[in-house]
């Protein structure tokens, strides 16, 4: 099966406009000082502007804005149920927005790990207000669909939100990682949308899978062209604005592609394509627990930190750990 010349000219058009915005992201950033100063637990050795995150998100959302602009199918996509479509959309502009506003705050002056956490919350309550929440949960290899009531709802999509944003928070310490992962998990989202969609007969799933592809392939883009100038050796960082913005994205697309109809993607599915980053952050919390010390503390026992302590170069650990998210995320396509 081909994929449709849309979904490249989105992809294509997404990842000009990061490499062009994110150029110009860097010239503002050291203009007004907003950059990575070489540290005891970081391992760049030179200044590298930050900010490289508002390439990403401005990228995106006018990628898709002009798509749904110019396109009668994705508009009408939009307009079918504003509960359902353009209403989860609205949402995420608004919650990104307010994410990536915070993290520009934190790139610039800091902000306490408290403060963070909070507006964390706030997101992701404000995206479950617009829609963007956990009903159920279809049981791999049973297909049985097992409906939350609405308190368990709001209470397992705000962990999964706040947690994944952290997630891809945790593993943004070396050149290319996070933006790396995240585009490897973007393109097995629009797999697993474009070449399986539903086979039930909810009318919705199958404009949800559409949604999907659209978002996932777009976003791909804007992290290729951000890898431009992240790849090891880095010229920019993406920020906590930026790892913050794609922890949102990833852990969206997660739960709107579960919507009860869409059998191909349940939260097994982006469970598996985000293996890396969710693993990270299990062991991260665990190990902070088991030595008694905050969750919020830093430290230099991430997974990338422990492969350089191997003796790995930085090239050599994303690769290794591209590798390992590619399995993970073939694995989910398959078994989808």
């Not at 609205?90 to 915070?102: A, C, K, R, S």
């Not at 994205?249 to 985000?274: D, E, H, Y």
């Not at 997974?303 to 989910?332: C, D, E, N, P, T």
Request: charged residues 10%; hydrophobic residues 55%; positive net charge.
């Amino acid at each position: 099966m081909q994929i449709e010349i849309k979904y490249w000219v989105l992809f294509f058009l997404s990842t000009l406009l990061s490499i062009v915005i994110t150029k110009r992201v860097m010239r503002l950033a050291v203009k007004y000082d907003a950059v990575d100063k070489p540290a005891h637990r970081k391992v760049h050795r030179s200044i590298i502007p930050l900010w490289g995150g508002a390439g990403i998100y401005a990228s995106f959302f006018i990628t898709l804005f002009f798509y749904w602009l110019f396109s009668g199918l994705f508009g009408h996509a939009l307009k079918l149920n504003d509960s359902l479509l353009a209403r989860k959309l609205l949402g995420l502009f608004t919650g990104g927005t307010i994410l990536v506003v915070l993290g520009l705050i934190d790139d610039k002056w800091g902000l306490p790990p408290k403060a963070k956490l909070l507006g964390q919350t706030i997101v992701a309550l404000i995206v479950i207000y617009f829609g963007v929440r956990i009903m159920g949960v279809t049981i791999p290899f049973w297909h049985k669909y097992l409906q939350f009531n609405i308190i368990i709802s709001v209470v397992i999509t705000l962990i999964w939100i706040v947690a994944l944003i952290n997630s891809m928070n945790f593993i943004d310490g070396i050149d290319g990682l996070a933006g790396g992962i995240a585009f490897i998990g973007c393109l097995a989202f629009f797999v697993v949308a474009y070449f399986k969609p539903p086979d039930s007969g909810y009318y919705i799933a199958g404009k949800v899978s559409y949604f999907i592809s659209v978002i996932s392939i777009i976003l791909a883009g804007s992290c290729l062209g951000f890898l431009r100038f992240n790849f090891n050796p880095a010229r920019v960082f993406m920020g906590d604005g930026g790892s913050m913005f794609l922890g949102l994205m990833l852990a969206a697309m997660s739960i709107i592609g579960s919507f009860k109809g869409v059998t191909a993607i349940t939260l097994f599915t982006p469970a598996l394509i985000l293996t890396v980053p969710i693993f990270d952050i299990v062991f991260a919390v665990y190990r902070r627990w088991k030595n008694q010390t905050p969750v919020s503390q830093a430290d230099k026992k991430h997974l990338h930190h422990r492969l350089l302590a191997f003796g790995l170069s930085q090239k050599q650990a994303v690769i290794l750990l591209y590798a390992v998210a590619l399995i993970f995320a073939g694995l989910a396509v398959v078994l989808s």
